[in-house]
């Protein structure tokens, strides 16, 4: 054994190639195995500086057998602890310094095992080191091998966990390496940072927390699902376990429930079955503060959205604690140039009121900017999540409240945002609590300058969707109400000004809803509610243009094979009379004729004779 420690430090790299063979021969591979106490003394006594020293041999494969020869000794001695004082240094100079002394990543990723073994083996003796470990891994975190980078965050983790302690004195150092590599090429290197760095601050100083959260943040875009996974995993355990989670339920909440909505379902699933096991430990660490609401809680409520799981009492008081801490930042994230940034933003404050529920009433002048500022988004799963949280307000929140931020709005801006949110509340509101309003509403939406001002189809779009949202809140109309006009009214309007042509199908489909809410027919509707309408055009026809809105509509009705015009002559000429007079412009008065004509066509059966005469002068 000496020959071979002796010629460790020949000049020739086959001669010590051998060196090491030979040795690992007669000590970790003998058969039978050596006895363990022998082995432990022989290392301390004779083998382990000499091979240590190889450590920095100029033959890469003399380093690789050393290496690989210390890591076998220290896994068959019954005491690894004491040769920790001689292995660490070497570790240090080989990879703790500023510059690399260990050119070859395949020598440098097994010396890194090898510290990695020693905290596994070594555990709390490892304590006195930690300055060492530290400046080990801050220098091999950012290693150009991306091996390097994964086992790094192996064992930045192990360190943390197992000198939890005294970890916290040196946690903050790495910090700053793991967050250089956070947005790493390569997907496995940024799901291990993300777990390391949960562990780092988890065991750490907590106030790294403020340092990697808007780091964090942006994993939640990331587009592997194994990076979302870890970022999930590990805002959970922070939400559950941190010692410091009190202090940042505000950074966190955002960050697990963007999850909820993620594309993934194992994702989504397992962001739900956390954040419930959040709720119940919230629960049980404040059962005294709660008891009283705890014991009331039970029951289930009567209008509450469909096809929804209600969250539990510690997650909605969880919410309700930090959900005014969250509205700027949703205001501005929710109109950010960035798709994916606006669809998790419109998503968090879906699930946010989803959570809260009626404590959201207070903080309706915050987040009614935000979800009119969402409901024109370009991207429609924004949209959608921005309709879904617009329903949660019409179950949880009077409407008293939202009538009070979204009918001015409607009314003096025209508002198409306002009105499609107001459009998604009244259709959740229970109906005998929207009845008190309804009237109200209608006549802000039934306003000449609301209904008429624009032809975009997007707007037509919204008012037909706001009144199927009356018909489906209401399920039940009088069909000769003043309520019933009006909503026959706008869906007339629509039909009759659109220049798109999906509209009319959509307005058609519309009225077969009025009616079945009537409990009656769209015949039938035509019948008691077209000559009032008619007759509220007759304030301005007289200075009817050729595109004049009331024009368009006029014309639309007249047009539809659903009216049976015979029994609405008089009303129709006296409306047409005026645009038929001599100093009216040709091309509105040739327009008129041929409507005419259209329409006689059509009630060629009935008996114009006396009208058609008192028309005819005036052709």
């Known amino acids: 054994m000496n020959r071979f420690v002796n010629s460790l430090s020949d000049e020739s790299k086959i001669v010590r190639k051998r060196a090491l063979e030979s040795i690992r021969k007669e000590t970790v591979d003998v058969n039978p195995p050596l006895d363990k106490d022998i082995l432990q003394n022989l290392a301390e006594e004779s083998l382990l500086r000499p091979i240590l020293r190889n450590f920095s041999d100029s033959a890469e494969k003399c380093r690789e057998l050393a290496c690989d020869l210390i890591k076998d000794i220290v896994l068959q001695i019954p005491f690894p602890s004491k040769l920790l004082h001689y292995i660490i240094p070497v570790l240090v100079q080989r990879l703790g310094q500023d510059t690399i002394q260990e050119p070859s990543e395949e020598v440098r990723l097994p010396l890194l095992k090898l510290a990695d073994l020693l905290l596994q083996l070594c555990r709390e003796n490892c304590a006195p080191y930690l300055n060492d470990y530290v400046a080990i891994l801050r220098h091999t975190v950012v290693d150009p091998f991306a091996d390097m980078k994964r086992q790094s965050c192996t064992t930045i983790s192990r360190l943390a966990s197992t000198l939890k302690v005294v970890f916290h004195m040196q946690s903050e150092t790495l910090i700053n390496p793991l967050l250089t590599q956070i947005s790493h090429q390569h997907s496995k290197v940024r799901s291990s940072v993300v777990k390391c760095i949960g562990d780092v601050c988890k065991y750490g100083n907590n106030k790294s927390v403020d340092d990697v959260v808007s780091h964090l943040a942006q994993r939640c875009f990331d587009p592997i699902p194994t990076v979302r996974r870890s970022l999930t995993e590990v805002v959970a355990d922070w939400l559950l376990n941190l010692p410091d989670r009190y202090s940042y339920w505000h950074k966190f909440i955002p960050l697990l429930l963007t999850s909820f909505s993620d594309s993934q379902p194992e994702i989504a699933e397992f962001a739900n079955d956390a954040w419930f096991r959040i709720g119940k430990q919230f629960e049980e660490e404040n059962e005294q503060d709660f008891k009283d609401k705890l014991d009331f809680d039970t029951a289930p409520l009567n209008w509450y959205p469909s ?3 209600r969250p539990r009492l510690g997650c909605r008081i969880l919410i309700y604690r930090n959900f005014g801490r969250l509205t700027s930042g949703i205001y501005n994230d929710i109109g950010d140039w960035v798709v994916e940034t606006r669809i998790k933003t419109a998503a968090l404050l879906y699930y946010l009121i989803l959570n809260v529920e009626d404590s959201v009433t207070q903080f309706m002048a915050k987040i009614m900017p935000s979800l009119t ?20 307000i019409g179950y949880f929140v009077n409407p008293e409240v939202w009538c009070e931020l979204l009918l001015p709005t409607v009314s003096q801006a025209q508002n198409c945002a306002a009105l499609k949110v107001l459009s998604a509340c009244v259709s959740c509101t229970e109906d005998h609590v929207l009845d008190a309003f309804l009237d109200k509403i209608l006549d802000v939406v039934l306003d ?10 997007l707007y037509l779009r919204e008012l037909l969707a706001f009144s199927d949202g009356v018909c489906l809140a209401m399920k039940k109309l009088e069909a000769q109400s003043q309520r019933t006009f009006t909503l026959f009214s706008i869906v007339l309007s629509c039909r009759g000004i659109c220049v798109d042509a999906e509209i009319p199908p959509k307005a058609d489909a519309s009225l077969k809803l009025l009616a079945d809410t009537c409990s009656i027919s769209v015949d039938q509707l035509y019948s008691l509610h077209t000559a009032t309408l008619l007759n509220s055009l007759k304030p301005s026809h007289t200075s009817w243009t050729l595109f004049s809105m009331e024009k368009l509509i006029f014309d639309s009705i007249i047009l539809n094979q659903d009216v049976n015009i015979g029994d609405l002559a008089e009303i129709i000429f006296d409306l047409m009379s005026p645009s038929l007079e001599p100093e009216k412009d040709v091309e509105l008065r040739l327009k008129t004729i041929t409507l005419l004509c259209q329409m006689l066509l059509q009630t060629r059966y009935l008996n114009f004779t006396n009208k058609c005469f008192t028309i005819s002068k005036y052709a």
Do not use: H, Y
């Open 307 to 309: 096809n929804v799981t």
């Open 373 to 392: 500022r969402g409901a024109l988004d370009d991207e429609r799963q924004v949209t959608n999540f921005v309709t879904r949280a617009s329903q949660l």
């Open 448 to 457: 000449v300058q609301v209904r008429l001002v624009f032809q975009k189809s």
